[in-house]
């Protein structure tokens, strides 16, 4: 009697512990499938995604060799929420991502790019932003809190930036009152240019300041008052169906992000505040 309830017994434990692993391995399943449906849909068409490859806090590589930053973050979001697209990330020179785009290498520019007139003549942005874009004048100094404040200066610019585009009307008006260094340094270099005074100044968001200043110990100074307000958009190129449709797939997802708060937990991890209003 005992022997046979012993048994019993043990068969219940047996049959218990398959129907747990059973439903564990179902729900493991589940979750796996859905995540493999939208990651690696057979039928998706490859989206290419041009950025920078050393803007931080938005783009750059990570100690093993990774992509990381804001920009990447917030495309793996997009991408997972597309399964009919898959994203391929490439890495250009600032100067090189437009006319990649216009000549088909690139489906999609992402790299914090600003509207202004001359850009939209021949491209199409997203129909909602994701990042806001407020210039400051960054120095090692202070004391810089508009334009006017520069003469004299020496004011560095990546070329093709809406800074320098910036800085450049401003000098149409107000002929030889500084003069603008392009460059494509990278933050160390740029830091060492700014203490031997090969520059003076430039434009910068409030957070690449502050975050430069966290990562490299430096003790750039942004200006109180801010220079432009804007935001920043992905480019599509224009006239182009297929690229028409995927501005609205991916508007339509930065949208829901925006109300359901993702571009703003990605900002506060990547940025170190909300920048996305």
Request: hydrophobic fraction near 35%; charge should be positive; glycine fraction near 8%.
């Amino acid at each position: 009697m005992s022997k046979n309830w012993d048994r019993k017994k043990l068969l219940g434990l047996l049959l218990v512990l398959v129907i747990i692993g059973g439903g564990l391995y179902y729900g493991l399943s589940n979750k796996s499938s859905s995540h493999k449906s939208a990651k690696n849909n057979a039928d998706a068409k490859t989206i290419t995604i041009g950025t920078g490859s050393n803007f931080r806090p938005f783009v750059y590589q990570d100690k093993e060799g990774n992509d990381t930053g804001y920009e990447i973050a917030l495309l793996q979001a997009i991408d997972d929420e597309l399964p009919q697209y898959k994203f391929k990330i490439e890495h250009y020179e600032f100067s090189n991502l437009f006319p990649a785009l216009k000549n088909k290498k690139l489906d999609l520019v992402a790299n914090q790019l600003e509207s202004n007139a001359e850009r939209r003549k021949d491209y199409a942005f997203s129909k909602v932003g994701y990042t806001h874009y407020d210039l400051h004048i960054q120095s090692l100094t202070g004391g810089y809190e508009s334009l006017d404040d520069l003469k004299g200066k020496k004011v560095y610019a990546i070329a093709g930036g809406n800074a320098p585009a910036l800085l450049e009307a401003y000098l149409k008006e107000h002929l030889g009152a500084f003069k603008i260094v392009y460059g494509s340094w990278s933050d160390q270099v740029l830091l060492e240019n700014f203490k031997n005074s090969t520059v003076d100044a430039t434009l910068a968001t409030k957070y690449t300041v502050d975050y430069t200043n966290k990562q490299l110990g430096s003790k750039y100074v942004a200006s109180k008052k801010v220079i432009n307000k804007s935001s920043t958009y992905y480019l599509f190129r224009k006239n182009d169906k297929e690229e028409a449709k995927l501005n609205n797939a991916v508007s339509k997802v930065l949208k829901k992000f925006k109300k359901d708060g993702t571009l703003k937990k990605l900002s506060k991890k990547y940025l170190g505040g909300d920048y996305t209003n």
